[in-house]
């Protein structure tokens, strides 16, 4: 098993930036994809961006792209989001996932979730 912890969230004003954080512990973390999800209020979960084991393939969602950055240590078991030109459309709770499949954005797609970090973007 993978346990995941997210940190780094918290509340910004619009334009704003954060970095997030997803600290991993157990079994071999730098052989998983990690991804990004987001779930705001009475909507589904969404997928927002991944990476691969390697770091060297990364993939985003069409609203984060450009403004957002996933990166990975695994010396240090961690995957990083940098969000920047944040928006009030990103509010949301933000959660990390380690699957096999860096492609895949259904959320059933990924095994092992953390407890997610809520980001709240003031306009």
């Known amino acids: 098993q993978v346990q995941l912890v997210e940190s780094g969230g918290g509340l910004v004003q619009a334009g704003g930036s954060l970095r997030l954080s997803c600290a991993a512990s157990?079994?071999?973390?730098?052989?998983?994809?990690v991804g990004w999800f987001r779930q705001a209020p009475g909507k589904e979960r969404d997928f927002v961006a991944s990476?691969?084991?390697?770091?060297?393939?990364?993939n985003y969602a069409d609203s984060v792209k450009g403004r957002f950055i996933i990166s990975r240590d695994n010396a240090k078991n961690t995957v990083y989001l940098q969000m920047s030109g944040l928006q009030s459309e990103d509010t949301a709770v933000y959660y990390c996932?380690?699957?096999?499949?860096?492609?895949?954005?259904?959320?059933?797609?990924?095994?092992?979730w953390g407890q997610g970090t809520q980001v709240t973007v003031s306009s």
């Open positions: 996932a380690v699957g096999t499949v860096v492609v895949a954005r259904t959320p059933s797609s990924w095994n092992y």
């Open positions: 157990g079994r071999s973390f730098s052989v998983y994809a």
């Open positions: 990476i691969n084991w390697s770091g060297g393939s990364t």
